[in-house]
């Protein structure tokens, strides 16, 4: 294997084959190098054992015990042998058993007084935690007093583990490969490394691995938590830096125009988030270099406002304007909104359409085939200034007149070949506003969103209401339940509306097929804890109200599978209240505005993301009168998916709960990793604990890619750079 780098260097050379098999098919590692990345979760010391009174049940544990009692029972009227084993750490018990011919080798090594390392999975049986079958590592045997001392001071790495390769065999493949790491190529440039007072690169990979002290984990994971912040802040600047040299068309509003007319519509001022946010989006569509910012802000908050007004001041400037919306019920939602605002402005080409008016067109998948050949010949003749649609704006076959500026709404459901598509669809790129609702904390703004700049609207509107939020434990308290129909009863006699949202539809296509009883849980419901019953579905609770606690009043459906004409029908009559209550899916998740609507209780609401129960709530009180919210479940009182709930429950801030939200989800899946179809490049670095790593590391990188846009004198960061975005992820970050 001449040639080929020490950590480039395939597992199955330095480990044998069997070993890095499992290693590739469970822990995605392939090198040396790999292997070297893959860090201790933790460190024990053998000192202090690990409490054996804070077991988590049903999960993988390593234990450090000492050997309590053992003894053999039989069973089966003398025809099976059971080995059980008492072990303790001073703070609890925990049994250990083994059956069968299992029952030799432990019986002759685990006697009373001996330490040991255990692994398994933590088990309950007649009210006894237990370990069955752990796989064990002898610690003390043979060993003289100097040497017990040192080992019992000695910190024990814990490696992410799984089936098959315990975390002292994973230690063991380790000591095979650490010499490689004096080989490790360091990414970081020697002034940024000495500045900051770092260690190298192979002293941080000896000291993550195998430390003598504390203090050398904690140099060691500075040092590697640099490592990851500043490769990924590198790519991001190479992003934006690469984005500023790209050519587009200047935008600058005209005096007089549309813009001008429609302000002059508006029966309210805009606040003043909103208009130093356009006046940061107005300076960027003046520029001849495209303009990348994402827009964030609280549920309501009037991004909406924002953002038409953009796209009035591009069609004034002579080019064309498209939001792509992630749902034909939101698309809809907003061409409807925006024609009830723009008014006569809308109307370009109509009879009664003013003299400074354009065409508003709706572009979506479902459309009959001659509305469709209209919308499209609009936009190549131009004499659409706007558009509004779904995926549908992609398609090969819609060419624009002159794109001058794409708004996505919602960002994080478009995969990102949609937005690049829609780019590419502009003479030149076209100017590009993302707007997210759920709000996001600064460092994953910095990290997943790293090659835009940001915008954020924290005011909401004047005349805004209050929503206040209740949990409803429908299991232990069937009677607040009663009382939630009692107050959508209530509102619904003042005059006001009211969602109900289910996880489900229930219309026979999405049936769960774990109707069985022996079924287990729903997919939905994974963390339902411990419930057995399918979620809750739209067309059941519909029916059940109708007929039950809501009858009288008028109820309708609304949801993912019904027909375009339908859904359009129900939100149209539900926006002029000639509907009282809305069963509906998350469908009404995002931009659905009827001010009228007062109330919503969501079912089952354990089985939604705190975010997504955040979007929801934004759906009420979003007229005068206060808006009410509640969340029912049946999940146990002490289970983290009521302290959920209860988070969201106690605050209205969006940035607050999206922090909850993170903490609760692996970082991976922040990072958008579902989207980009790689693993996270982020072993080390916690995109909530490190901000100030991740905002330095960005600062950093900015100065780096300015003097040095291509890296040429910093081959080892090209070459970090290059692993850690292959192709394909250095274009989702791009896209991000």
Request: overall charge negative; proline content about 6%; aromatic content about 4%.
């Amino acid at each position: 294997m001449d040639g080929v780098p020490a950590l480039d260097e395939p597992l199955k050379n330095t480990l044998g084959a069997p070993t890095a098999k499992v290693m590739a098919d469970h822990l995605d590692l392939h090198t040396v190098g790999d292997l070297l990345h893959h860090y201790p979760r933790r460190y024990a010391e053998r000192g202090e054992l690990t409490q054996l009174t804070e077991l988590p049940l049903d999960e993988h544990v390593t234990v450090f015990a000492q050997v309590a009692d053992a003894r053999v029972l039989t069973f089966n009227q003398g025809r099976g042998r059971r080995l059980e084993v008492n072990i303790t750490d001073g703070s609890g018990r925990l049994q250990l058993v083994f059956f069968g011919k299992g029952i030799h080798k432990p019986q002759k090594e685990l006697l009373p007084g001996r330490r040991a390392m255990f692994a398994g999975k933590v088990s309950k049986f007649n009210q006894k935690f237990q370990l069955a079958h752990p796989t064990y590592e002898l610690l003390d045997a043979d060993t003289d007093a100097g040497a017990v001392e040192a080992w019992a001071n000695e910190l024990i790495p814990i490696y992410p583990a799984c089936k098959g390769l315990e975390s002292w065999k994973i230690s063991k493949a380790v000591d095979a490969v650490l010499p490689a790491a004096q080989e490790a190529v360091d990414p970081l440039p020697p002034a940024l490394r000495d500045g900051r007072g770092l260690t190298t690169l192979p002293d941080a990979l000896q000291k993550v691995h195998r430390p003598r002290t504390k203090a050398d984990v904690a140099v060691a994971r500075d040092r590697l938590k640099w490592d990851e912040a500043f490769v990924l802040q590198v790519a991001l600047a190479r992003r934006r830096h690469a984005e500023t040299q790209l050519p587009a068309v200047a935008r600058k509003p005209v005096p007089g125009g549309l813009l001008d007319a429609f302000d002059a519509k508006l029966p309210f001022t805009l606040t003043e988030g909103q208009r130093k946010v356009t006046g940061e989006i107005f300076d960027e569509l003046a520029t001849e270099h495209p303009m990348h910012r994402l827009l964030q802000g609280e549920v309501g908050s009037g991004k909406t406002l924002v953002a038409l007004r953009a796209m009035l001041a591009v069609v004034d400037a002579g080019g064309q304007a498209a939001m792509l919306a992630p749902t034909e019920v939101l698309a809809q939602q907003h061409h409807r909104s925006v024609t009830e605002m723009m008014g006569e402005l809308a109307e370009g080409g109509m009879l009664g359409g003013g003299e400074l008016s354009t065409k508003v067109v709706l572009l979506t998948g479902s459309m009959g085939v001659a509305a469709r050949r209209k919308a499209l010949l609009d936009l190549v003749t131009g004499e659409a200034g706007l558009v509004i649609g779904t995926h549908a704006l992609i398609e090969d076959k819609v060419q624009f007149h002159d794109l001058g500026l794409v708004v996505v709404d919602e960002q994080h459901r478009f995969g990102v070949e949609q937005r690049d598509a829609l780019r590419g669809k502009g003479k030149q790129p076209p100017h590009l506003l993302v707007m997210t609702a759920t709000p996001i904390p600064r460092t994953v703004a910095m990290t997943v969103f790293g090659d835009l700049e940001t915008s954020v609207l924290d005011q909401l509107p004047a005349g805004r209401s209050p929503i206040a939020t209740h949990v409803v434990p429908a299991r232990d308290k069937p009677h607040f339940l009663a009382r939630a129909w009692e107050r959508v009863r209530e509102e619904a006699e003042n005059g006001h509306q009211a969602y109900v949202v289910c996880p489900r539809i229930g219309d026979g296509d999405d049936e769960p097929k774990k109707r069985k009883p022996a079924s287990g849980e729903t997919a939905e419901g994974a963390e339902a804890e411990g419930d057995k019953r399918p979620p809750l579905a739209v067309v059941e609770i519909a029916g059940q109200l109708a007929g039950g606690p809501l009858s009288g009043l008028r109820i309708e459906q609304l949801h993912g599978r019904m027909a375009p004409d339908d859904k359009d029908d129900v939100m149209r009559r539900f926006a002029a209240g000639a509907v009282d209550v809305l069963v509906a899916t998350t469908v009404i998740e995002v931009g659905v505005n009827v001010p009228n609507a007062t109330a919503m209780v969501i079912m089952d609401a354990d089985r939604f993301g705190v975010s997504q129960l955040h979007q929801l709530r934004g759906r009420v009180g979003r007229g005068s009168a206060p808006g009410l919210c509640l969340l029912v479940t049946e999940a146990h009182e002490a289970g983290p998916a009521r302290a959920r709930l209860g988070a969201v429950a106690a605050t209205l801030d969006g940035f607050e709960l999206s922090r909850i939200d993170l903490e609760q989800r692996r970082e991976g899946d922040v990072l958008g990793q579902a989207q980009s179809g790689v693993r996270s490049s982020l072993r080390m670095l916690a995109v909530i604990d490190d901000e100030e790593i991740i905002a330095a590391a960005r600062e950093e990188a900015a100065q780096v890619v300015a003097a040095d846009p291509e890296l040429a004198h910093l081959p080892a960061l090209r070459t970090a750079l290059d692993a850690l975005l292959d192709q394909e992820r250095e274009r989702y970050l791009d896209k991000g």
